[in-house]
């Protein structure tokens, strides 16, 4: 047994079952031993920007790994965005990165590169297989890696003669780090904050946003009056009718103090410190006013859920959750598109049980809260900033979750940075819906543009703008084999999402907006 | 004067003029600084990869370095691939890329990254702004350093606050660091080589492929018997006509070990010794013989031009070239595709004076000794072997010629890591033909998997397969706003692409070969 066969062998041991590739010559013998070892599905993605944001949303979905197959150096340059979106989403990921041959490296052929250099930059656990015999072993400590704490990104470089080379040993699973308690004296401090009735912002991230979590910081919030917040962006999120309906802290820098405001306690439950996404000049970096205090309940590595149920049992809070239903109504609304009018036309016609990627940009801002009383969802965003998120991540969640439909919201101009993920759809004929954005221009750069303290003028206006040429999303759709409709209104758009949504496969929706 | 305007204003007066931007937040203060200083041609890419690709191009055929415009950590990222071919290239370019404030980093925020780290792994020189009043000198140095010696990857990273600060001095321009001289002994030592007799082959690298070098080892062949060869792929290369037909060593690692049978003497002319692309299982690294010498004539930061004309006249060499014509007389063929016939026929209706970007892959295997006969052309390859090269620098090399055709051959499996850059042809209107040959197949992964040693199966042959679904590449080129038309035979394609240049602006070519 050669080294990549011991590998794939030892991935399948460790519950890995799913590979998102795209491979080079370093990785052949990785790609023949899938002929060899029955088990594993292996999803093409034509850049590899597609292939790691499709293990970002696999990750969140199936809440396990799945292994991404790289080509050295350019090639998991390639995929570091995503790579770091899903870092930012304490998603697990096994990166299996292919290297030249040990022996070829000195000879500075045109594909060397610094690859573990870069794998460093943005992953938690980095390893270089020594020789064939080793490669198992490394293959399950990157597994034990990535499923250890919150979940981490393990990267795995295979030179080729450690792939090719004989003596290949199965690895055993590992058993991952499991999630520390938080500290009984941590605990009560934060009872007693929340004890004392000042004015109390808790901010929720990661598994603290399912639905245990969710009930749990509900149940806390309804007994002691402290607020509730998301981060601006959340890994995955339990909503719709019968969850908790907690908003997230505003993108935009005024708005985000304004929530603030008055705020004499942030309790986080892993997350970090709110802070701005951005500096701005004038502004400060963190969000909280500098008076207040900040404690943490719980850090990502450690069981935020079960310190929330610890803190609702001991506050005294009611068992059974108490929801008030949210003011925006959701219904379809006629005319042209206007954030919050689409927010209220998508709640009212959101299937149920889907998942939600929302990496809509500025035409998504207004979406979260007149979507409280939609259908029952799992909503995923962009919780890195690295654009090309949204396609990527949508492809992944629908192979982790066949039963469900994944609805992917996408801003035209952050679209185009991973637009081949259609094609990997079209193939694997997943069952999304695809709504883009078209307002032919990068909005959010004109907003960012002010928010710095700069002006527009014509150049800047001129590389802000998308609309010379056009997109033409059902043609770019009709490239890479997939079914699109094009709609300008709201009520057009209730209509062809309503009907995308009856049928099963990938499908397009062109919303045109400019 | 803020330091983005003090940046921006620096770069004019070290005569860079040109930005390949995909700019983000931190950068907005660069942008605004556009609309304050007139002179800088500023060029959307719609994701990195093009935007690095097109600065490639443009500096083979500016012969100075363009800017790039990239967001702070992923967005440097995305470009990777194409600074690492630009780097193998020995292509000048200055990448400006933004951060974080200095004050923001510590808060960890979402986009926070290791961007040094990054910028690290792929550029010659790296560094970060310290405040506004020093970015302006590090722009004047970053220039310095890009135009050094053969041509180097200068990172420039600047956090938000030295942008937006003011007291920003526009640094003067600086000389860059000359190419050295052969010295005497090395020149000595390489014609005594030379007059030996023995089996010697020269392999010509960078400048010594443009048309003075190509005519000194022209004179130095004919006069010695040494054979000519060019790396496996080339920056740029003047050919066609009139120019000396050196054939470049074959890719395929069988053939060539064969090029370097019974050769004693490899004479090196900034290039590397001659390598395996990768290593093969029972194969050697190293392509000459074991028991041959090899000789560094002129390394890449070294004068080889001036080694070989020196030479050429040490050794007695005719002052006149003495070019034999090449067998393969262009004649536009009949049929279906088939490499040799299509190189034929492209030989044969090539417009004079084009730059041709080589891409194709295994299409393109066999088209380098029938095109020289071809009409004059600069020809231009994929030096670093990261995929999604093509659309992208063909790009930048119209930006950089606007009075000549640019021909870009590029494979369908590798077109589609870029394809964003025909957006970006269309918008800028640039005179460019691209040709797309579509197998649909990773054809080339094919042979890896062979070549390496392993067996193909069902499940690799699914990894290779780009045919379900097929990609229409007319409506890809439709979608973002560039007319196309498709053809299948040989006499088809040639007759679409006279009438394609005989028009101006962009165009493309589905050749499916499928």
Redesign the interface.
């Known amino acids: 047994m050669n080294g990549a066969e011991s590998l794939v062998r030892t991935l399948l041991a460790s519950e890995i079952d799913t590979c998102f590739?795209n491979?080079?010559?370093?990785e052949?013998?990785f790609?023949?031993a899938?002929?060899?070892v029955p088990g594993m599905r292996?999803v093409?993605g034509?850049?590899e920007?597609v292939v790691s944001g499709c293990a970002d949303g696999y990750a969140r979905m199936a809440r396990k790994p799945a292994a991404t197959l790289l080509?050295c150096?350019?090639?998991l340059?390639?995929a570091?965005?995503n790579i770091?979106?899903a870092r930012?989403a304490w998603s697990p990921m096994v990166n299996i990165v292919g290297d030249?041959?040990t022996?070829?490296r000195g000879?500075?052929?045109?594909?060397t590169?610094?690859t573990e250099?870069?794998a460093?930059?943005?992953s938690h656990w980095v390893r270089v297989s020594a020789n064939a015999q080793s490669v198992g072993a490394d293959g399950a400590a990157a597994v034990q890696a990535a499923r250890s704490g919150p979940g981490q990104i393990a990267t795995l470089i295979l030179p080729?003669?450690t792939a090719?080379g004989e003596g290949g040993v199965v690895g055993a699973r590992l058993t991952p780090e499991k999630r520390g308690e938080v500290a009984p004296e941590t605990l009560r401090n934060v009872a007693q904050v929340l004890r004392s009735g000042q004015p109390t912002m808790i901010v929720l991230a990661g598994d603290a946003l399912l639905e245990r979590g969710l009930a749990a910081a509900w149940r806390v919030a309804t007994a002691t009056g402290a607020k509730l917040r998301t981060p601006?962006?959340v890994s995955r999120m339990a909503r719709g009718r019968g969850r908790p309906p907690v908003d997230r802290v505003p993108y935009a820098i005024d708005n985000a103090l304004k929530a603030f405001e008055g705020i004499q306690h942030v309790i986080l439950v892993g997350a970090?410190?709110p802070?701005?996404?951005?500096?701005y000049?004038g502004r400060p970096?963190?969000l909280a006013p500098a008076a207040s205090q900040t404690h943490v309940l719980a850090r990502p590595e450690q069981d935020g859920v079960h310190a929330l149920e610890w803190l609702a049992d001991e506050l005294g809070a009611a068992k059974s959750l108490q929801l008030v239903e949210n003011a925006a109504k959701p219904e379809i609304v006629k005319g042209k598109f206007e954030p919050e009018a689409f927010a209220r036309t998508f709640a009212a016609i959101l299937p149920e049980n889907c998942i939600v990627q929302e990496d809509a940009v500025t035409s998504g801002r207004a979406l979260f809260a007149p979507t409280f009383q939609a259908a029952p969802n799992d909503w995923l965003q962009n919780?890195?900033?690295?654009?090309?998120h949204g396609f990527g991540c949508a492809t992944g969640a629908a192979i982790a979750s066949p039963d469900r439909k994944v609805i992917c919201l996408q801003a035209d101009?952050a679209g185009?940075?991973s637009?081949?993920a259609l094609?990997t759809q079209?193939?694997e004929k997943l069952d999304v819906v695809n709504v883009v954005f078209a307002n032919r221009v990068y909005k959010i750069?004109h907003g960012?543009?002010i928010?710095?303290?700069?002006?527009?003028?014509?150049?800047?206006n001129?590389?802000f703008d998308?609309a010379?040429?056009?997109?033409?999303?059902?043609?770019?759709?009709?490239?890479?084999?997939m079914e699109s409709t094009r709609v300008d209104t709201l009520e057009g758009f209730a209509d062809a999402f309503q009907a995308a949504c009856k049928r099963r496969g990938p499908f397009l929706i062109e919303f045109v907006i400019a």
């Not at 491979?23 to 370093?26: A, E, N, Q, V």
């Not at 000879?107 to 594909?111: E, N, Q, R, S, V």
């Not at 802070?275 to 500096?279: L, R, S």
Request: glycine share 12%; net charge neutral.
């Open positions: 590739a491979p080079g010559t370093s052949m013998h790609v023949a899938l002929d060899k292996c093409l034509m850049a920007i080509h150096g350019p090639g340059g390639n570091i965005a770091h979106n930012r030249h041959a022996y070829h000879f500075d052929a045109p594909l590169a610094d250099g870069l460093r930059a943005v080729a003669d090719w601006m962006q970090k410190a802070m701005a996404f951005f500096a000049p970096s963190l919780t890195g900033g690295a654009i090309g101009g185009m940075y637009l081949q094609w079209a193939r750069l960012e543009l928010s710095v303290g700069a002006k527009p003028g014509p150049a800047s001129e590389i998308l010379r040429p056009a997109l033409d999303w059902q043609q770019l759709a009709a490239g890479m084999g």
